[in-house]
């Protein structure tokens, strides 16, 4: 297998790294304009590195688009007329979505979109026990952390998520809803209070708070920062018969056993951290989804697609507005 990786920034080179963790004998290079990314990751991964896609060698068979989201639409689409394969970021915005994913199908492509919340062995089991309830339920959601946080090592205003077209709420939101959806079924209605807490020279709200209805009969409610100083995944959901707890790493997934009265943990499997990152991020996610792009590329059924993604897109555009 013959791998690009466009764009090398910490999404580029986290992919860059797990991908030769899992395929040791795959041809990995790295694409990126910004010079010193390319010296950086060519001297610390051992892989050739070009400054565009024009550059790199016949015979690729498929790419990793990890630039910033607004970029994404256009360099995808060139992607796909060279007939490679798409491992997209997620994109915040479904410019392009029609055409590329009519393209994709033209060429026998796939176009595959990352989700990772639906690849943690956490949102796997919640889901699972939801489903196997079959009762409506409540959730209470926060998900949360200070913006400057995110990538201390850059500044804010080159950063993506300080755009408002692109911006941290936003994000967080596309990461959150695909797995809510799964697990509680289909978005009806929203109601949203959204406000401005920080200091910050960012011209987006920094805090919502979203009531959610789902068409069968689930209800949320979903607080989404870039503001608290903690960086935060705290989830709670119940009905008459069920109560899980989650605090956003393997280790803090509860359910109350209600006969017994006692709060037990529930095994959520293999934790993988990497150095640098908050102890919310679990890289075995990640991997997982990795993998599945190549299962999907043999002819297994993806978990999301564009299509879903399109949906999730709308639903942040009205909470938005």
Not at 6 to 25: A, H, T, V, W
Not at 83 to 88: E, K, T
Not at 162 to 189: M, Q
Not at 222 to 237: G, M, Y
Request: charged share 30%; aromatic share 12%; hydrophobic share 35%.
């Amino acid at each position: 297998m013959k791998i690009c990786v466009i764009g090398l920034g910490s999404m580029g080179r986290r992919r860059i790294r797990l991908i030769k963790q899992l395929y040791k004998k795959a041809t990995i290079i790295g694409i990126d304009k910004n010079a010193d990314r390319v010296r950086y990751v060519a001297d610390e991964y051992k892989i050739n590195c070009f400054p565009a896609l024009s550059d790199i060698p016949k015979g690729f068979d498929c790419a990793f688009v990890c630039t910033s989201p607004q970029s994404h639409a256009s360099i995808i689409k060139e992607c796909l007329e060279n007939n490679l394969h798409i491992f997209s970021e997620i994109n915040l915005m479904d410019e392009l979505y029609d055409e590329n994913i009519k393209l994709a199908k033209q060429r026998k492509r796939v176009l595959f979109l990352s989700s990772t919340a639906l690849y943690k062995q956490e949102m796997q089991i919640i889901n699972r026990k939801i489903k196997e309830n079959g009762r409506p339920c409540v959730y209470q959601y926060h998900v949360g952390q200070y913006l400057p946080d995110w990538h201390p090592w850059d500044d804010l205003k080159d950063f993506f998520v300080s755009n408002r077209n692109t911006n941290g709420c936003r994000e967080l939101l596309s990461i959150e809803l695909p797995w809510i959806w799964y697990t509680f079924g289909e978005i009806k209605t929203v109601h949203v209070l959204k406000t401005k807490l920080t200091d910050l020279e960012i011209d987006f709200p920094d805090t919502y708070l979203v009531q959610i209805e789902h068409q069968n009969r689930n209800f949320g409610n979903l607080a989404i920062d870039v503001v608290s100083r903690q960086a935060v995944r705290k989830l709670e959901i119940f009905n008459e018969d069920i109560y899980i707890r989650w605090d956003g790493t393997p280790e803090t997934l509860y359910e109350k056993n209600i006969i017994s009265g006692v709060l037990d943990q529930i095994p959520a499997g293999e934790y993988i951290r990497e150095n640098g990152y908050s102890e919310s991020v679990n890289e075995y996610a990640y991997m997982k989804e990795i993998e599945d792009f190549f299962y999907v590329i043999n002819g297994k059924e993806p978990l999301y697609s564009f299509e879903k993604d399109k949906k999730i897109i709308a639903v942040i555009d009205e909470i938005e507005r």
